[in-house]
């Protein structure tokens, strides 16, 4: 990893009170290693309550374009990730996707 030419995008959502994870976290972060020129994501790091949870997310988001749309990746989560944190994770993307577009460039 290069510090001075990736960045990391962070996205937060609170995380819901029926979900296993409320009981110790109080928001679900998603951090994203990012490739500024070509605006694509490098590498995907989450606070999601089981390596599994954060294995799809990485697979979900690595290689994703931050400067395109980020509603092909809100759809998979609707399709693809069936518990309680699903509106947590979206909430998270596109805090990241928000992010990143209102970087200073």
């Known amino acids: ?3 001075r030419k990736q960045m990391i995008v962070l996205g937060y959502a609170k995380v819901p009170a029926q ?3 409320h009981a110790t976290q109080e928001f679900f972060s998603l951090s994203l290693l ?3 020129p070509h605006c694509t994501v490098l590498a995907v790091d989450s606070t999601a309550a089981t390596a ?3 294995e799809w997310l990485a697979s ?3 290689g994703a374009d931050l400067s395109g749309d980020d509603g092909p990746f809100l759809d998979a989560v609707d399709r693809h990730y069936l518990g309680p944190a699903a509106g947590s994770i979206k909430q998270a993307i596109r805090d990241a996707w928000r992010r990143y ?3 200073d460039q």
């Open 60 to 62: 979900l988001l690595v």
């Open 52 to 54: 599994m949870a954060r």
């Open 19 to 21: 979900s296993t994870t």
């Open 34 to 36: 990012v490739e500024p």
């Open 101 to 103: 577009a209102g970087r």
């Open 1 to 3: 990893m290069d510090a």
